[in-house]
């Protein structure tokens, strides 16, 4: 795949003036953190299938990494879908004899990012294929590394972001007592993340990432009380 075109294409929407997190920087962050996984030289033997998927499929990975929020608006609940919608327009641009099942399987795995779980919200209450739920595992994971390797400077970006774009609107009601909103829904949204059962899906991610990442999440909820 073409690398250097997929910055061409798709780099001009994370560089919007009200980006800042969700910006061209998550994306590499991201792109690292999936090589680290590519290359990693001891897997347990779920992620060396997991990654023998990945390998095989990497380009429809990348694609979709690429994409997840090349439409991002904060408070938005359909920003997935709309990135997700684009796809059958990209795609072929990147991989020229790309088929049906490989444009779905893109858009699948950016709608796994809404709320981070192995779900095929493309066609609900579809049974996941293992070709998919080792694309999400990864997908998912990556897009979460930011709470342990870049954390607490990932909260502040979010943060910064979403008061960026209510100034640009003038939304004087979301920007009336922001401090406290932010530090409620912040708090809320974290704390949804303690209760699951595991933060990241892989073993490699898990053993290496959680630990931080949930002190980190621990940290930033102990700050809003």
Not at 59 to 74: G, K, S, T
Not at 157 to 181: H, P, T
Not at 200 to 213: D, L
Request: aromatic share 12%; charged share 30%; with cysteine.
């Amino acid at each position: 795949m073409n690398h250097d075109l997929a910055k061409v294409l798709f780099k001009s929407h994370y560089d919007q003036p009200w980006r800042v997190f969700h910006s061209w920087r998550h994306i590499d962050h991201g792109l690292e953190a999936l090589h680290e996984f590519i290359y990693a030289k001891e897997l347990n033997e779920s992620d060396t299938e997991i990654r023998k998927i990945v390998r095989q499929h990497r380009d429809l990975l990348y694609i979709a990494w690429y994409m997840h929020d090349l439409v991002y608006v904060p408070k938005h609940e359909g920003n997935e879908q709309a990135s997700a919608d684009l796809v059958p327009y990209y795609a072929p641009m990147l991989i020229p004899n790309i088929d049906l099942k490989g444009i779905q399987t893109i858009s699948r795995l950016i709608m796994c990012t809404k709320d981070h779980k192995v779900v095929d919200r493309l066609f609900p209450g579809t049974p996941v294929s293992k070709e998919l739920e080792a694309l999400s595992k990864v997908m998912i994971d990556i897009d979460l590394i930011g709470f342990a390797k870049y954390h607490p400077m990932t909260s502040l970006w979010v943060r910064e972001e979403f008061e960026s774009v209510l100034v640009q609107i003038k939304d004087e009601d979301g920007l009336d007592d922001f401090d406290r909103k932010w530090r409620m829904g912040q708090s809320d949204f974290l704390t949804g993340l303690l209760l699951r059962d595991s933060l990241y899906q892989t073993g490699y991610f898990k053993s290496n990432y959680q630990q931080e990442a949930l002190a980190n999440i621990r940290a930033e909820v102990d700050s809003y009380k």
